[in-house]
């Protein structure tokens, strides 16, 4: 990774996107969500290195492996956003932009996903825009190297 490459992290659950809930989460699949991504970014020349994993700890390990020399990290960190005191640590510690998304309108859900561990450490937030959030956290990210 370099400073023109954008880390996108999904957290648990998130590999099962398109499959059930589309009431809630859509239709689209995480493939889907990563060549938005993809297409997002390459309009500023930038890359994307997208991931997922349903293990906090490696999690942990992936924002610090982005948190220096990235050009950012988007991190739907899925269910361990109300629950993950380590994950909102490891991103406090990243030297670069960090945004919260969300699929949903986690605050228009039911109560124990109102809270995010996550929120306040991260530099900006797209909540439920449904899957093109994480296109508009791209362009978010690409704005702040502009101002840099
Ligand atoms: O709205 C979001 O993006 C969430 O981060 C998604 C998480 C949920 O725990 C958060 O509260 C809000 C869950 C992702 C689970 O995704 C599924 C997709 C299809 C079927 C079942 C779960």
Same mark, same amino acid.
């Given at each position: 990774m370099d400073d023109r490459t954008v880390l996108v992290l999904n957290g648990p659950n998130l590999n099962l996107l398109g499959e059930r809930e589309p009431e809630v989460?859509?239709?689209?699949?995480l493939a889907d969500v990563e060549r938005l991504c993809t297409e997002a970014a390459a309009r500023y020349g930038l890359t994307v290195d997208f991931r997922q994993s349903n293990h906090e700890g490696t999690l942990v390990d992936w924002v610090q492996e982005g948190r220096?020399? /990235?050009a950012g990290i988007v991190l739907?960190?899925?269910?361990?956003?109300? /629950?993950s005191v380590a994950l909102r640590d490891a991103v406090s510690a990243a030297r670069v932009p960090c945004v919260e998304v969300h699929i949903s309108d986690i605050h228009a859900r039911?109560?124990?996903?109102?809270?995010?561990?996550?929120s306040d450490v991260c530099d900006h937030h797209v909540i439920g825009?449904?899957?093109?959030g994480y296109a508009e956290a791209v362009d978010w990210l690409a704005g702040q190297r502009r101002q840099a």
């Amino acid at each position: 990774m370099d400073d023109r490459t954008v880390l996108v992290l999904n957290g648990p659950n998130l590999n099962l996107l398109g499959e059930r809930e589309p009431e809630v989460y859509g239709h689209d699949t995480l493939a889907d969500v990563e060549r938005l991504c993809t297409e997002a970014a390459a309009r500023y020349g930038l890359t994307v290195d997208f991931r997922q994993s349903n293990h906090e700890g490696t999690l942990v390990d992936w924002v610090q492996e982005g948190r220096s020399g /990235t050009a950012g990290i988007v991190l739907n960190a899925g269910g361990y956003t109300h /629950t993950s005191v380590a994950l909102r640590d490891a991103v406090s510690a990243a030297r670069v932009p960090c945004v919260e998304v969300h699929i949903s309108d986690i605050h228009a859900r039911e109560e124990f996903r109102r809270f995010s561990y996550l929120s306040d450490v991260c530099d900006h937030h797209v909540i439920g825009h449904g899957v093109a959030g994480y296109a508009e956290a791209v362009d978010w990210l690409a704005g702040q190297r502009r101002q840099a």
